[in-house]
């Protein structure tokens, strides 16, 4: 069998994402054969041995994959495990046993549409940048938005660490003494984006909440609940990835 990437090969084994996997590479949890293995290394997925934080991690000879959204109420954890023993997304998924992960991130005081999976292939392309799967949010900011900080916001803005983002779509949903209601599309997924966004035009945002990825719609369930993605849904997901980097396997 063709020697793989490592992080591709945990993806495919329902680790994490890619993403993911490159952090935990870094870290030194992860080793191949019992020793440690660094970025850009590869594996032969059918002979050598993969294992994590000394846990082996062996292929399923039958692969059942879930996708799952979740409403993430606020005051969770987006991962999969949390050594101070906070609450994370984990702990509202009663019912399901199988191993998933969370795609992407909504940080703590954050709410809404989060979808979580156990195919790596498929987490990887919604969350890579190059694939531009946009996502729906609702800001309510403070003060009250004005035009031009509504025209930076869609333009792109420089972030606190000197990155810049990307051209965002802004609207005003409401606006009332002191506050604005904004709906901002992105298309990256930068650590905190929108916050960080808000920050650098001179808004602070008191409630945020993701409505959409994709063409995936959050709807009508409710905070704290999960539910399995359509077929049709996953199929538009896929659609929607878009760049050189959204066909490959």
Sequence with gaps: MARERIQ????????????AAEVMIKAGRVKVNGHPVGLGDSMDPAKDMLSVDGQ???PERRKTY???????????????????GRRT???????????????GRLDMNSEGLLLLTNDGEFANQITHPSHKVSKLYRATVRP?????QIAKLAA???????????????????????????????????????RRMCEAVGLDVARLRRNAV???????????????????????????ATGP???KK
């Excluded at 879930?66 to 101070?84: C, F, I, Q, V």
């Excluded at 997304?89 to 795609?103: I, K, T, W």
């Design 214 to 240: 994709g063409p995936v719609k959050l709807g009508m369930l409710k905070s704290g609940q999960w539910r399995e993605l359509t077929l049709a849904e996953v199929k538009a997901l896929r659609a929607s």
């Design 66 to 84: 879930r996708y799952l959204m979740l409403n993430k109420p606020r005051g969770y954890l987006t991962t999969a495990s949390d050594e101070r």
């Design 156 to 194: 792109g803005v420089t972030l606190d660490d000197g990155s810049r983002t990307q051209p965002a779509r802004v609207r005003v949903v409401a606006d009332g003494e002191g506050r604005s209601v904004l709906e901002i599309v992105v298309q990256e997924g930068k650590n905190r984006q929108i």
């Design 56 to 58: 082996t991690i062996r």
């Design 89 to 103: 997304v984990m702990d509202l998924l009663d019912g399901v046993e199988d191993r998933v992960y969370p795609v």
């Design 144 to 148: 009250q938005a004005t035009e031009e």
């Design 8 to 19: 591709k090969v945990m993806a495919a084994r329902g680790i994490c994402s890619r993403r």
């Design 245 to 247: 980097e959204s066909k």
